[in-house]
């Protein structure tokens, strides 16, 4: 039986997660995008801190991924657009403009998103970003899986194991995106065998189950048949084994995104029933956490459902 305490800890829950230099350039282009970029803070660009921030980040691809994913969400079209004007030259301006033309591209406006990143990437050659906003792109338009592979290949030359690029991939193999269930898992398990110890990779097959997860309790699902007992079927146990000794209790240094792939951890843990285990997790999440995939307990509010789940399990 659960311990229930009252917790009145404030949870973190924004896309920069734990990333304190974000969250400062996240709140100083609040007043950008107030007035949509026009005329804000006329004596400092306003793409400045951006701009900053990514000279600062280098050629660490995993946090700059990261970083450019966030920023592309918040940044208004108008100001990606005016910072590539007046800085024609700038890589960091060709790929923060690609990532928020291919985050927001209509049917109509996707050819314009895929150039936008082509062109990012004929800026900065090494940088996988701009390959994986097209990535993105392909996985929003659900573009037939064959479609992908030369996209992929862009991406892993530079950067083999981006945690995010992974992630795009699996869920457009996904049955929710333009795969199968077959495609999905053949994927995770391929990935997650071949990565060293300590790669947030070692997570993918956790992914995987919680993607057609959420792909059975869809309604209408034609895989909805016996999802009760989705966290305890056969291999559950030994793809969140390898999730635990391949990367939470190895002594890697933490990634970008590693606050998601702790709540997807715990998530798997307490819908397996794992509590023990699931308590050096939350411990480590703190306050960080992520809708997703607490979202996905139906007829539940993903903030109560956590807090329930941590009760007791963060001392």
Do not use: K
């Not at 592309?72 to 790929?95: E, I, N, T, Y």
């Amino acid at each position: 039986m659960l311990r229930h305490r009252r917790q009145t800890r404030r949870l973190r829950i924004t896309p920069d997660l734990d990333d304190r230099p974000l969250r400062r350039v996240l709140a100083e282009m609040r007043p950008s995008h107030q007035l949509h970029g026009l005329g804000a803070d006329t004596g400092r660009a306003p793409w400045r801190p951006v701009a900053e921030l990514l000279h600062d980040t280098g050629t660490d691809w995993d946090r700059r991924t990261h970083r450019i994913s966030v920023i592309a969400a918040a940044l208004p079209p108008v100001l990606a657009d005016r910072w590539a004007a007046a800085c024609p030259d700038s890589a960091d301006a060709a790929v923060v403009r690609a990532h928020v033309q291919a985050d927001r591209a209509t049917e109509t406006g996707a050819a314009r998103a895929e150039q936008l990143c082509v062109q990012a990437g004929e800026a900065f050659p090494a940088d996988p970003t701009p390959w994986i906003a097209l990535l993105s792109l392909l996985r929003a338009r659900q573009v037939p899986v064959r479609h992908v592979w030369p996209v992929w290949h862009e991406i892993t030359v530079r950067d083999p194991a981006n945690r995010h690029a992974h992630h795009e991939l699996l869920r457009l193999l996904s049955p929710r995106g333009a795969g199968s269930l077959t495609l999905m898992n053949g994927f995770a398990r391929s990935a997650a065998d071949a990565a060293p110890p300590g790669s947030p990779l070692a997570l993918l097959p956790l992914a995987a189950r919680t993607e057609h997860y959420g792909h059975r309790i869809t309604p209408g699902s034609p895989d909805a048949l016996g999802v009760g007992m989705h966290w305890y079927e056969p291999g559950v146990a030994a793809d969140i084994e390898h999730a635990l000794d391949h990367w939470f209790r190895t002594a890697a240094a933490p990634h970008a995104q590693a606050m998601t792939d702790l709540n997807l951890l715990a998530f798997a843990l307490t819908r397996a029933h794992r509590l023990t285990e699931a308590s050096p997790v939350f411990r480590r999440i703190g306050p960080y956490m992520t809708p997703h995939p607490w979202n996905l307990v139906p007829d539940q509010d993903p903030v109560a459902t956590f807090r329930y789940w941590t009760a007791g399990h963060t001392r």
